[in-house]
């Protein structure tokens, strides 16, 4: 069964650096997008940033610009967030998606565009 397995969380000081990759497992197929979001408990789900697949256009919530940044390898079908200068307020579960249909009903920056998810994988900043 095919499923999006995350890596790279951890625990780090305000001001340092993580890297958090996501690739799929199983059969390799098509991806249109693949996006990073993440959640705190108790409040709802929020976007962090999304790259499209062909042309590799790039998003971002505008609490990471200019300290994180996403990448992607279509050949490994896989995805990166290289986050950097981060703040005990990106605290949170990381989660990987991945858009497999290209529907385009909705921004990526919407989690309803995203068909396929990871599990997920904590990152702590301490202050």
């Known amino acids: 069964q095919d499923e999006l397995v995350e890596s790279g969380g951890g625990l780090v000081q305000a001001g340092g650096s993580l890297t958090l990759s996501c690739g799929f497992s199983?059969?390799?197929?098509?991806?249109?997008?693949m996006g990073w979001f993440r959640q705190v408990s108790g409040k709802e789900r929020e976007f962090v940033a999304a790259?499209?697949?062909?042309?590799?256009?790039?998003d971002y919530a505008d609490s990471v610009k200019g300290r994180f940044t996403i990448s992607r390898d279509p050949r490994k079908n896989t995805v990166t967030l290289q986050m950097t200068s981060l703040k005990p307020d990106d605290t949170a579960l990381y989660y990987c998606?991945?858009?497999?249909?290209?529907?385009?009903?909705?921004?990526?920056?919407?989690?309803?565009?995203?068909?396929?998810w990871g599990q997920g994988t904590q990152v702590t900043v301490s202050s």
């Open positions: 790259i499209t697949w062909r042309n590799g256009q790039k």
């Open positions: 199983g059969r390799a197929f098509g991806t249109y997008a």
């Open positions: 998606a991945a858009d497999s249909r290209g529907w385009r009903e909705y921004s990526l920056r919407d989690a309803r565009s995203y068909d396929y």
